[in-house]
């Protein structure tokens, strides 16, 4: 593997990550692996993770088929609810801070569905799945559907190691407010690069973020594309390259683990350059809408005390929500 690569006419390192093995029965040498990993990224591969090869290739497979509809047909399941039915790509702009050229893949979200009749069903965050008709595309939802249900067992394997490392109890984050029930799990499908857009290493596909919850799963082809910044609060930021590994997941902490462990696991701020067509596939792993995210008491004494005010799921994600929509709408004015 190499371990530099030219983006922007500058080399950028590539981060090795640690390899956390779900095959691995001593789930404490696991945690290990993982806590430091946390600490100093926030970012690591997840192997042997139990869902075969040829099924992810089915998965990104149907996505693919669904991405061949006329976009007349597509546009016919955008949604004006977060994280639900396709994201066409949007207009380019201007990053302020790095001067790239963001511009935003073209998206399949799919959530929880929850039926019509339920009290909930017009929450923030809640309703139902928006499908392409069966007829038209036959096996996509049921493929989404068994894909999101996978995914979300391998969080909850994951959730087992993660509240070892933090001397929780092993079933903590199986909760079914947490991750147990996949209550609030969501999968977001990308395709960067589509429509003719520009490809270029000048060009970003995903601008410079944190994601919002626990841990995201993600799922992509062997196309380089995915850079970190592990200091993200500084004035300049420094990029490294993460590798494409076949069959594993890269696996990286959000805010919402941040939050609840009080700054010990650090949310990593992330990118997508685009200088080749690339398929990526993003498990969410989030609390549901109601859980109150509040730092754990093994992550807080009398010297570290909460750096973090308590907040309900769903407020969070609205007000993250609510400033990424607000900069969009900024930059794309200046650009």
């Not at 990224?41 to 149907?62: A, L, P």
């Not at 088929?65 to 207009?91: A, Q």
């Not at 493929?143 to 509240?163: D, L, P, S």
């Not at 609060?233 to 997941?249: D, H, M, Q, R, Y």
Request: net charge negative; aromatic share 8%; glycine share 6%.
């Amino acid at each position: 593997m190499t371990d530099h690569l030219t983006a922007n006419g500058e080399e950028i390192k590539v981060y090795d990550l640690e390899r956390i093995d779900l095959s691995n029965p001593n789930i404490h040498e696991s945690a290990a692996l993982l806590r430091k990993a946390c600490m100093e990224s926030g970012i690591f591969y997840v192997i042997n993770h139990g869902i075969s090869q040829e099924f992810m290739d089915e998965t990104f497979s149907q996505f693919k088929r669904f991405l061949d509809l006329p976009i007349e047909e597509k546009m016919k399941l955008v949604c004006d609810k977060p994280l639900r039915g396709y994201g066409p790509p949007n207009r380019s702009y201007i990053d302020d801070k790095t001067k790239l050229k963001v511009g935003l893949a073209e998206t399949f979200h799919i959530g929880i569905d929850v039926s019509e009749d339920d009290p909930t069903a017009q929450d923030f965050l809640q309703g139902q799945n928006i499908w392409p008709p069966a007829d038209l595309l036959p096996g996509f939802r049921e493929a989404m559907h068994k894909y999101q249900q996978e995914a979300t067992n391998v969080g909850r394997r994951i959730g087992k190691i993660i509240a070892v490392a933090l001397n929780l109890s092993e079933d903590f984050f199986d909760q079914p407010e947490l991750i147990g029930s996949a209550n609030a799990n969501y999968n977001n499908m990308f395709h960067y690069g589509g429509y003719g857009a520009e490809l270029s290493n000048d060009v970003v596909g995903s601008p410079p973020h944190c994601d919002l919850n626990l841990i995201t799963l993600l799922a992509t082809d062997d196309i380089w594309g995915l850079q970190i910044c592990r200091e993200k609060n500084t004035e300049s930021l420094v990029w490294e390259a993460i590798a494409p590994l076949k069959g594993a997941f890269i696996v990286n902490v959000g805010d919402m683990l941040e939050i609840l462990t009080n700054g010990l696991f650090r949310s990593i701020l992330h990118r997508v350059v685009v200088d080749h067509e690339r398929y990526s596939s993003a498990a969410f792993m989030c609390p549901h809408h109601d859980y109150i995210i509040k730092c754990l008491p093994t992550c807080i004494s009398e010297e570290n005390p909460p750096k973090y005010p308590t907040i309900r799921t769903g407020q969070y994600i609205y007000n993250r929500l609510v400033q990424m929509a607000a900069s969009t709408v900024e930059k794309e004015v200046k650009g």
